[in-house]
């Protein structure tokens, strides 16, 4: 690197290969809990993901706060939140009828205030509100930017490791500033109000 010259990478450099990272920011101790880092991020992985979170505390609300990605309100996920509330009704059809008719009538579904596991989406092009957006810039910051990895391997293990520590020397509870909570509070207040009146 020198001064005034754009930083570029050695000609030796090899990229391996890419993994996919999904987590869940626990706001009132700020872990990661139950990471999932894979090779695809397809609509099951994202319900498998978030049974492994479930499966944490079977008894436990949650509430996940994620963006409008279509895997985040897919079919696979619909089914699995029914069957983990005991909603035995007929879901529909996903594209003909019933809950599973659209992406709307599925994400009213997961957002419904009533189950034990919802969902609330951020709005479109807004993902940055939602909190584990920074989680990942400090991973990026601590791992995985000017970051050596030998293998695939070697950079999910990288990333495990680097959790674990930050789980058990780093995080604490998540604090946004004033003016930021101020303002992320009353778009989660619109958001709700929203929800509250198209399922009404």
């Known amino acids: 690197m020198k001064e005034d010259r754009v930083e570029c990478r050695e000609f030796n450099y090899i990229r391996h290969g890419t993994q996919v990272l999904t987590g869940n920011l626990h706001l009132a101790t700020g872990e990661l809990l139950s990471p999932t880092i894979a090779e695809t991020r397809t609509e099951a992985d994202f319900a498998r993901h978030i049974e492994h979170l479930v499966q944490t505390d079977q008894e436990a609300h949650f509430i996940i706060l994620c963006d409008q990605l279509n895997t985040h309100q897919s079919e696979t996920l619909v089914r699995f939140i029914a069957s983990m509330i005991g909603d035995d009704q007929d879901l529909g059809v996903k594209g003909k009828q019933g809950i599973l008719k659209s992406m709307g009538s599925r994400q009213a579904y997961l957002s419904d205030p009533s189950h034990r596991i919802r969902f609330v989406y951020t709005p479109k092009h807004c993902s940055w509100l939602n ?5 990942f810039s400090i991973l990026d910051r601590h791992v995985l930017r000017r970051g050596n990895f030998s293998s695939i391997a070697d950079l999910k293990e ?4 680097y959790i674990t520590y930050y789980n058990d020397h ?3 509870a998540w604090r946004w500033s004033v003016t930021k909570t101020r303002d992320i509070q009353r778009l989660f207040e619109k958001i709700i109000c929203h929800l509250l009146t198209a399922t009404a």
């Open 131 to 135: 909190s584990v957006e920074v989680w």
């Open 158 to 161: 990288k990333i495990q490791h």
């Open 170 to 172: 780093i995080a604490k």
